[in-house]
């Protein structure tokens, strides 16, 4: 196999990046090289082609490590991954399915997050299914946190069992797709909601009080890292598991109720990945941490979902497990316009034209999520061809965001 990576190297550590023909910044490429003179990176920081700068690590990176982790690599939007099924003909038209999808699962934001906010709970009752995963499988691990650090409820407890099944904000959507052989899928976007920010945060600031007591000099502060057996990396890795069952039962709840409120079955296996999390694995001989910054596994029996931007195709893939990604791919397009510069320079009518054929919101609101914002994903893929193998090409039909 040719490689089709190329290699960054700086005082002998070195970047393996899958970025051929994609367009990377500067700031990115410093930011990797950054990231890679940290004392404990394990051979190699990769890079996928959707990477961008991120807070501390880099947006598309994978970074394996020994005897130590950055919580900030992992970030606050904690096991946030994708979900996808290929569903029976939904018998709608896609104004139709917009409507319904709304209606049935909370999104956006809004009385800053309190017990009126659109995208929770507090004001509907939730379904039986949302209530049993919380009550028989998150509740336990939510209390055993919260009892030991009691922090995390200040200045008032996150959200936790009222954002169970609910979408979020931001890049988080809910689609129905087409595939190329005229099969209709759901494909949806979130993670573990505002709890999992709440983690997220609070372990971030501990790494960083850590490093300061410690006396240890960071390039970047939120580079400050948890150092392997100590009491709170044990628990960071804790908190982290649970939240990747948040993560995972949050996709699972909005799927039972996209599916309800479409009135489908669905078709074959569902496929779900995370991109925002921290795992033990095998590479090169050894045990290792490997921490997935908008980067999903792709071992050579994973199938993983890669989004394009509103209103352009996305893939389903089957991973080549290329044992130089750690065996990893992109998470989705990638971003080339931070939100600011995208609202700044796409007006309403460039997205009303870019999201031609989609249901979705066409208002001012979204101008951040317009696909100019991101990356080419026929680029993207092309860059990671030796890391996944496309097996179904989706186009969006409806798009749902908050």
């Known amino acids: 196999m ?8 700086y005082k002998d550590k070195m970047i393996k990046a899958w970025i051929n023909g994609v367009d990377v910044d500067r700031g990115t490429i410093d930011q990797l090289v950054q990231v890679s003179q940290m004392p404990f990176i394990y051979k190699w920081v990769a890079a996928m082609p959707d990477c961008h700068i991120g807070m ?19 970030g606050v939007d904690l096991s946030c991954g994708m979900q996808a099924v290929m569903i029976d003909d939904p018998m709608k038209t896609p104004e139709e399915m917009f409507e319904a999808i709304s209606a049935a699962v909370p999104h956006g934001r809004s009385d800053n997050g309190g017990k009126k906010d659109v995208g929770s709970w507090w004001d509907r009752r939730p379904p039986k299914i949302q209530k049993a995963l919380w009550e028989d499988y998150l509740y336990v691990g939510y209390a055993t946190l919260m009892s030991r650090f009691p922090q995390l409820s200040q200045p008032r407890p996150a959200n936790s069992e009222k954002h169970l099944g609910t979408l979020g904000t931001g890049n988080h959507f809910i689609e129905v797709c087409l595939d190329t052989d005229d099969n209709w ?27 300061k007591q410690h006396f240890i000099e960071l390039p970047d502060p939120n580079l400050a890292y948890l150092v392997e057996g100590t009491d709170l990396f044990t628990w960071y890795i804790h908190a982290m598991e649970w939240a990747q069952k948040f993560a995972r039962s949050n996709r699972d709840v909005m799927m039972h109720l996209v599916l309800a409120a479409l009135n489908v079955d669905p078709v074959g296996d569902y496929i779900d990945c995370h991109h925002n999390f921290i795992a033990k694995e095998h590479h090169f001989g050894q045990d290792v941490w490997v921490t997935r ?90 860059a990671q061809k030796d890391l996944v193998t496309s097996v179904s090409q989706l186009k969006q039909v409806v798009s749902v965001k908050g």
């Open 185 to 211: 899928w759901v494909m949806l976007h979130s993670g573990s909601r505002g709890i999992g920010n709440r983690i997220g945060s609070f372990f971030i600031k501990q790494a960083k009080e850590y490093c």
């Open 293 to 382: 910054k908008g980067a999903v596994r792709a071992r050579d029996y994973d199938m993983v979902i890669i989004p394009g931007s509103m209103g352009e195709k996305s893939f389903i893939c089957l991973g080549q497990g290329n044992k130089d990604s750690f065996k990893s791919c992109a998470h989705g397009a990638g971003r080339k316009m931070s939100r600011t510069v995208a609202k700044n320079t796409i007006t309403v009518e460039d997205h009303i034209l870019a999201t031609k054929g989609v249901a979705c919101r066409k208002d001012a609101s979204v101008l951040d999520e317009s696909p100019a914002a991101y990356k080419d994903i026929n680029a993207v893929m092309e």
């Open 2 to 9: 040719s490689i089709e990576y190329e290699v960054i190297t």
């Open 56 to 74: 501390g690590a880099t947006i598309g990176s994978v970074i394996a490590t020994k005897g130590a982790v950055m919580p900030a690599a992992t």
